[in-house]
């Protein structure tokens, strides 16, 4: 039998909550059209806000003035701010995925997060 030395989460949509729905539900009520988001990331690349903003090299506010940007050039309006706010709200810990890791953790394993 082999053995596990190390356990590798994703964050969002399995330690914390999905921030799909609430970019969906956000894209509905402001009018845009479905995936706009979703596509603004795809295609801003390594490079784009939504990566640099992940990265750490963009705070809230440059992200926001970023991606409102990068949506003005795809032809829609966003506010990047209240896009970030709802996606924060959406990301909530789920508590039980915490429990398990502390559970692996404490039964010796390495655990990461992506």
């Given at each position: ?12 949509g ?17 009018g ?5 988001v ?19 090299e ?57």
């Open positions: 039998m082999t053995r596990f030395r190390a356990i590798i989460f994703d964050l969002g399995v330690v914390l909550g999905s921030p799909l729905p609430a970019i969906a539900a956000y894209e509905t009520q402001t845009l059209p479905p995936h706009f979703a596509r603004l990331v795809v295609e801003g690349g390594d490079d784009g806000p939504w990566a640099r903003l992940e990265r750490g963009l705070d809230a506010q440059a992200f926001g003035a970023a991606f409102e940007q990068q949506a003005v050039a795809a032809g829609c309006r966003l506010d990047g701010a209240s896009l970030l706010g709802r996606i924060a709200d959406a990301t909530v810990v789920r508590a039980p995925m915490l429990t398990a890791v502390r559970r692996l953790r404490d039964a010796g394993l390495r655990v990461a997060a992506l």
